[in-house]
């Protein structure tokens, strides 16, 4: 396996014959989990109306024009760059015996050429941290359901440094309102006698950067 491994990492090919039937798949992937859904869809163009320039407005799968927008040379360009042994990282998990293992590493990995050069931090885009916006929006998403949806986003702190504190204050008053049963909202809107809505959840995202 880690020769198998090793041998596609070094020679693995970005062509048109490679490229199309891979570029269907994830289009494919969108069309069923995502374009078929309407929760995730409205989860989508909520997120994406959450933030102005922030990368997180982009979705993981990507946007359908996007998918089909992509050239077969930036994807050739960004494999070069990025698909290199300076960033690699190989795990092994499972009933081995480490010394022979790492023997193993060394014969399969070890080969990989390192590139004789890599992208300095200057040529790399600046993510821009600042959003410019402030002040509600909505939109409303008509598809054929059995019962409407309603999400809310909003821009929170990322749980680190000076912005802690205030993390730690919404986690806590995330789980009083939603968690379980027993969160108040829950309790008034869910489990109750005149149930308001069928079901209510939130979450708020541990993630490096401010999110939603």
């Known amino acids: 396996i880690l020769d198998i491994e090793a041998d596609r990492f070094e020679h693995m090919k970005i062509d048109f014959v490679h490229l199309e039937p891979e570029r269907e798949v994830v289009k494919s992937g969108r069309r069923q989990n995502t374009d078929a859904d309407a929760g995730e869809l409205g989860e989508e163009l909520a997120i994406k109306r959450t933030f102005d320039r922030f990368p997180y407005r982009w979705g993981p799968i990507g946007w359908m024009a996007d998918l089909d927008a992509i050239p077969l040379e930036a994807a050739q360009r960004y494999h070069a760059e990025h698909y290199t042994t300076t960033g690699a990282y190989l795990v092994i998990a499972g009933d081995f015996e480490p010394a022979q293992a790492l023997t193993w590493v060394k014969e399969t990995w070890g080969k990989l050429q390192r590139p004789a050069t890599t992208p300095s931090s200057a040529q790399r885009e600046v993510v821009p941290l600042d959003e410019t916006w402030v002040g509600p929006r909505q939109d409303h998403l008509v ?41 108040r909202l829950s309790k008034q809107l869910v489990y109750t006698e005149s149930p308001k809505v069928s079901n209510l959840s939130a979450r708020l995202a541990e993630l490096r950067f401010p999110y939603a």
């Open 143 to 183: 598809r054929q359901v059995s019962q409407p949806t309603v999400f809310w986003t909003y821009r929170v702190p990322a749980p680190g440094g000076s912005t802690l504190r205030a993390y730690a204050a919404l986690e806590l008053i995330d789980h009083v309102l939603t968690a379980g049963k027993a969160g």
